[in-house]
C-alpha cells in the first residue's frame, strides 16, 4: 500500500473530533509555486494525554522542500496551505490531566511521527515508522482532531500526545538538535539495524544533512568510514567530522580500489545516481541501504546482487523508542547536526540554498523571529 493510501486509510477510519481551538502562528504554503509566508493555524487544546510545546527550534529537512513543491505526488499528495516541520524541539507549556512522562518547562522534542494505529505488528514492535494502517505525520497527515491535514514545525506552537514526544538531554545544545529527529534518527536506524560497529567498513555516499549525520554515528559506534562524494572540495570537512577516507566517486580508479571491501553503505543521496557501482563495492552478503529519496527510479543490475549474496535495502527514520534511544546516545557522545541558524524570514532563500547543496550541514530555525 502506498503512503498516500495509508494516510488515506487512516483519515477514513479516524473521524474528526470536534474540540477546543487555539491559534498559533506559523509559516505556511498556499501551493506548490507559492513562496512560505506568514500564517495562523488552528491547534487543539491539550486533551488529558497531551503537552502543549512552545517551539524554540525547527530544523528544514529536504523533504519540507519537496513536500511544499508536491514533487512526491505520486506517493504522498501535498495539501494546501501546508506548515512543514518536523524537527522540532520546544518547551512544554502547558500539560494534560493525564500526562505522566514530562513536566511544565522541560525541554522535548517531535520527530517525523504525532501518531499511529498502536495495534498492528509494527506499531507494537515500537517500529511506528512502519504501521501497517498508516503513521500519521507531524505535517500533511490526517488531522483526526480537527480534521483536513496536520502542521508542523514553522510554527511557534504545537499540541501532541505524550506518547510521541522525546525527551532532550540536558547537555545537548538545542538548536543542533532538532535535526536529530530526523536527519539523526533516519541514519542511525540503519546503523543499528546493519549492527554497524568495530571492526567493519562502512561507507556513506554523500556529505549533505543525512551523510554528516551517518559519519557521525558509525565513527562513534566504532567503524572505519569511508566517504563517497562527488566533490572533492569536501574532502578537508569530511576529515574534521572524522572520515577515515574520502573517495571521489567520479573517478573509476578510486572506485576500483575498493571493490568488495564493505560491510555496509549507507547511500544518503536524494539525486539519481548509479547504484550498481556502490554495489560492485560490498563483501558478500553485505548491504547497501538507502535513506536517500531519488524521484525517479534507478536500475540496478542483478549480478551485482547475484554473484555476492548482496542485499539492496531501504529505511525510513525510527519509530519512537528507537529515536529517544538516539537521543540518549547523542546525549552520552555530544554529538549533534553541524547547523547554520536562520531566521524564519529567510526560509524561502534557504530552500533556494538548499536545491545548491549551499549549507553546512543542516538549516536550523530560530522560532523566535516568528515572534
Known amino acids: 500500500m502506498s503512503e498516500a493510501a495509508r494516510q488515506k486509510t487512516v483519515s477514513q477510519t479516524a473521524p474528526a473530533r470536534i474540540t477546543e481551538t487555539f491559534s498559533a502562528r506559523a509559516y505556511a504554503a498556499a501551493s506548490r509555486t507559492a513562496a512560505l509566508a506568514p500564517f495562523s493555524v488552528p491547534r487543539r487544546a491539550p486533551g488529558p494525554q497531551d503537552v502543549q510545546i512552545e517551539i524554540l527550534y525547527c530544523g528544514v529537512c529536504h523533504s519540507d522542500l519537496h513536500t511544499v513543491r508536491n514533487e512526491w505526488e505520486s506517493a504522498m499528495a501535498t495539501a494546501y496551505p ?15 490531566t493525564g500526562v505522566k512522562k514530562f513536566k511544565e518547562g522541560e525541554i522535548v522534542a517531535v520527530g517525523c511521527i504525532v501518531d499511529s494505529c498502536r495495534h498492528c505488528a509494527s506499531c507494537l514492535q515500537g517500529l511506528e515508522q512502519y504501521c501497517e494502517n498508516g503513521m500519521v505525520l507531524t505535517y500533511n497527515g490526517p488531522d483526526s482532531h480537527l480534521g483536513g491535514v496536520t502542521y508542523g514545525g514553522y510554527s511557534d506552537s504545537i499540541v501532541v500526545d505524550e506518547n510521541y514526544v522525546l525527551r532532550v538531554p540536558k547537555k545537548l545544545d538545542l538548536a543542533g538538535t532538532a535535526p536529530l529527529l ?10 543499528r539495524h546493519w549492527k554497524v560497529a568495530k571492526g567493519k567498513k562502512v561507507g556513506i555516499v554523500g556529505l549533505g544533512g543525512l551523510g554528516h549525520m551517518g559519519v557521525k554515528f558509525a565513527k562513534a559506534f566504532g567503524a572505519l568510514v569511508v566517504l563517497f562524494t562527488t566533490s572533492p572540495n569536501k574532502t578537508a570537512d569530511a576529515k574534521r567530522l572524522g572520515v577515515d577516507e574520502v573517495v571521489v566517486s567520479r573517478n573509476e580508479a578510486e572506485m576500483q580500489k575498493q571493490a568488495a571491501s564493505f560491510d555496509f553503505i549507507l547511500d544518503a ?24 529519496a531519488p524521484k525517479d527510479p534507478l536500475p540496478v543490475g542483478a549480478f551485482g546482487l547475484l554473484m555476492k549474496r548482496g542485499s539492496l535495502a531501504g529505511s525510513a527514520i525510527g519509530g519512537i523508542r528507537e529515536t529517544q534511544e538516539m537521543l540518549d546516545f547523542c546525549g552520552e557522545h555530544g554529538i549533534t547536526a553541524d547547523i547554520e541558524l ?14 545548491k547543496s549551499d549549507v553546512k550541514y543542516r538549516f536550523v530555525i530560530d522560532m523566535a523571529s516568528l515572534k
Open 82 to 96: 501546508c506548515v512543514p516541520g518536523h524537527e522540532i524541539v520546544g518547551r512544554v507549556v502547558k500539560a494534560g
Open 182 to 191: 530526523c536527519a539523526g534518527i533516519t541514519t542511525y536506524s540503519p546503523l
Open 269 to 292: 543521496v536524494s539525486a539519481n545516481h548509479d547504484l550498481n557501482a556502490y554495489l560492485n563495492l560490498l563483501k558478500r552478503d553485505a548491504t547497501l541501504t538507502l535513506v536517500g
Open 342 to 355: 536562520i531566521r524564519i524570514q529567510q526560509i524561502n532563500e534557504a530552500y533556494e540554498r538548499l536545491l
